[in-house]
């Protein structure tokens, strides 16, 4: 799914650049989406800006999560 993105010519290695670490954004996704099942019905909003993807991992920069303290039934 990664790959299917308008930029994935930059993450791949684009204009003599090093390639991303697929597998590392591919896990950090990963583990929010767990993250987010967790979470379950309490989780209102994420927002990663920026996502950095580097050759030799990935990270978000900056992370905003929303979660209501608990869900009524």
């Known amino acids: ?5 308008k930029a ?9 650049r090093a ?4 597998d590392a954004l591919a896990s950090m996704l990963s583990r929010l989406s767990a993250f987010a099942v967790a979470a379950g019905p309490r989780l209102r909003a994420i927002d990663l800006n920026p996502v950095l993807a ?3 991992g990935a990270f978000a ?3 905003v999560i929303e979660c ?3 869900v009524l039934p």
């Open 19 to 22: 390639p991303v670490d697929l």
């Open 61 to 63: 920069l900056d992370a």
């Open 68 to 70: 209501d303290e608990e």
């Open 8 to 16: 994935a010519a930059i993450l791949t290695g684009a204009r003599g």
């Open 54 to 56: 580097l050759p030799d």
């Open 1 to 5: 799914m990664i790959l299917s993105i």
